[in-house]
C-alpha cells in the first residue's frame, strides 16, 4: 500500500507545510487541515506558534533545517525562539479586543 500524499514529497511544500496537493488528499482522508497563516493576529496563528515553538529540533544532525522549521517559516516566525515571542504578543492583542 502506498503512503497517502501527504506524507510524500510530492503533497509537501518545500518550504514547510503541505501545499494544495497535500491538503487535498488529507481532506479525502477526512481531515481538515488549512494553509498556513503568515500574517496578523489570526487565533490559529496564535495557537499553531506556540504549540510548535515548544517541539525539538529546528535544525537535524547535517545542519538543514527541519520540516519544523521550515512550517515555523511559512507561518511568519525565524525561530523556536521568535515563534513562542510571537504567540504571546498575538494572544495578549486578541484577549484585548
Known amino acids: 500500500m502506498k503512503t497517502p500524499v501527504y506524507a510524500r514529497k510530492e503533497g509537501q511544500n518545500p518550504k514547510g507545510g503541505l501545499n494544495a496537493r497535500g491538503r487535498a488528499a488529507a481532506k479525502a482522508e477526512g481531515m481538515n487541515l488549512k494553509p498556513p497563516v503568515k500574517t496578523g493576529?489570526?487565533?490559529?496563528?496564535?495557537?499553531?506558534?506556540?504549540?510548535?515553538?515548544?517541539?525539538?529540533?529546528?535544525?537535524?544532525?547535517?545542519?538543514?533545517?527541519?520540516?519544523?522549521?521550515?512550517?515555523?517559516?511559512?507561518?511568519?516566525?525565524?525561530?523556536?525562539?521568535?515563534?513562542?515571542?510571537?504567540?504571546?504578543?498575538?494572544?495578549?492583542?486578541?484577549?484585548?479586543?
Open 41 to 97: 493576529d489570526n487565533p490559529r496563528r496564535a495557537s499553531f506558534l506556540a504549540r510548535m515553538g515548544g517541539n525539538a529540533g529546528p535544525e537535524d544532525k547535517d545542519g538543514e533545517p527541519t520540516r519544523l522549521l521550515l512550517s515555523l517559516r511559512a507561518w511568519g516566525a525565524t525561530s523556536k525562539a521568535d515563534a513562542q515571542a510571537k504567540a504571546k504578543k498575538i494572544s495578549a492583542r486578541n484577549k484585548a479586543k
